[in-house]
């Protein structure tokens, strides 16, 4: 069965490490996503690509940067981690002809210290 | 810019009948979707409202209106593990980008 799959599921780090979170997916879509989820704030998008070398800036993507070098793959840095960048944070994927019926992964849970 | 409104937290019974509302501004509008997220978990699509009116899925049925930005999800025969979180979700704006409320945490009582 096709999936989408994120590692770490849970990391604690440091202020001003890098941090990369991965995120593969089998359902060879076109379009990935990363959003962070915090209290009061739901979800927001982080960055956004529409297929291999196509990355593109969400509303809150200060501070992250991503890279699409095949379909599969959509790994997350953090740069230089910063205490409010703690939070859980899903990756997402959809066909390239939807742009709102996401396929989520199970989210990892970042904590920086 | 797009902003959405839901109500933070609903109550209801088991076997009752619930409605979620949802209200959005947007420019440009592609379709307003819900997800629904247990707690600790991913959210997971239910539905997708394009056009007016009422969708049906089941227990589940969501309602739009694009003249008023509102819609609704409405929930029948409740169970416990209908207890979750309901995301309202816009497609729109200048990159059709989906934007999220914040989501409606649903307890549901015996």
């Known amino acids: 069965d096709a999936e989408i799959t994120q590692s770490p599921r849970h990391k604690i780090t440091e202020t001003g490490r890098q941090v990369t979170l991965a995120c593969h997916q089998t359902?060879?879509?076109?379009?990935m996503f990363w959003y962070r989820q915090d209290l009061g704030h739901g979800l927001r998008l982080i960055h956004y690509?529409?297929?291999?070398?196509?990355?593109n800036k969400g509303e809150v993507s200060d501070g992250y940067s991503v890279s699409r070098s095949n379909t599969e793959d959509l790994p997350l840095t953090l740069e230089s981690a910063a205490s409010s960048q703690t939070s859980v944070y899903f990756c997402a994927s959809s066909e390239s002809n939807q742009v709102g019926e996401l396929f989520f992964g199970e989210g990892s849970r970042l904590t920086v210290l | 810019g797009q902003n959405i409104d839901q109500p933070t937290e609903m109550t209801a019974t088991e076997g009752a009948i619930v409605q979620i509302n949802c209200t959005y501004q947007?420019?440009?509008?592609?379709?307003l979707f819900w997800y629904q997220q247990h707690a600790g978990e991913a959210p997971t699509f239910l539905s997708y409202?394009?056009?007016?009116g009422l969708e049906e899925k089941g227990r589940f049925s969501s309602f739009l209106s694009r003249s008023k930005g509102y819609s609704y999800l409405l929930l029948k025969e409740l169970q416990m593990k209908d207890s979750a979180s309901y995301l309202c979700a816009v497609a729109g704006g200048a990159t059709n980008k989906l934007i999220f409320g914040t989501g409606t945490l649903l307890a549901v009582q015996p």
């Open positions: 690509s529409y297929g291999v070398h196509d990355t």
């Open positions: 947007t420019s440009g509008f592609n379709g």
């Open positions: 409202n394009v056009l007016d």
């Open positions: 359902w060879n879509h076109n379009n």
